[in-house]
């Protein structure tokens, strides 16, 4: 099965490590460190037009992925249970 993040983009579900609340997540200094970490190594994909609310944490055969998406997490996680 495949989610789609916005933006065009959609991965596979089998892909998906994790989906986090972006507002509620960065305010921890270890999510802000490792996203800052993902940024700098090339890993994180901007799918989101707008603001993000959410980002999936995806692990494939390229490696580790960070997209953050304009969608909220609740709508991620909902559309991987259809």
Same mark, same amino acid.
């Given at each position: 099965?495949?989610?789609?993040?916005?933006?065009?983009? $959609?991965?596979?579900? !089998?892909? =998906?490590?994790?989906? %986090?609340?972006?507002?509620?997540?960065?305010?921890?200094?270890?999510?802000?460190?490792?996203?800052?970490?993902?940024?700098?190594?090339?890993?994180? $994909?901007?799918?989101? !037009?707008? =603001?993000?609310?959410? %980002?999936?944490?995806?692990?494939?055969?390229?490696?580790?992925?960070?997209?953050?998406?304009?969608?909220?997490?609740?709508?991620?996680?909902?559309?991987?249970?259809?």
């Amino acid at each position: 099965m495949y989610l789609h993040l916005g933006s065009g983009t $959609v991965i596979a579900s !089998e892909s =998906i490590v994790g989906v %986090f609340d972006l507002d509620n997540t960065s305010q921890s200094h270890i999510t802000r460190k490792y996203l800052a970490a993902a940024e700098k190594s090339g890993q994180v $994909v901007n799918v989101a !037009e707008d =603001i993000p609310k959410s %980002f999936v944490v995806c692990s494939d055969r390229a490696g580790m992925r960070v997209y953050l998406s304009q969608l909220a997490p609740q709508t991620l996680l909902r559309r991987t249970n259809v």
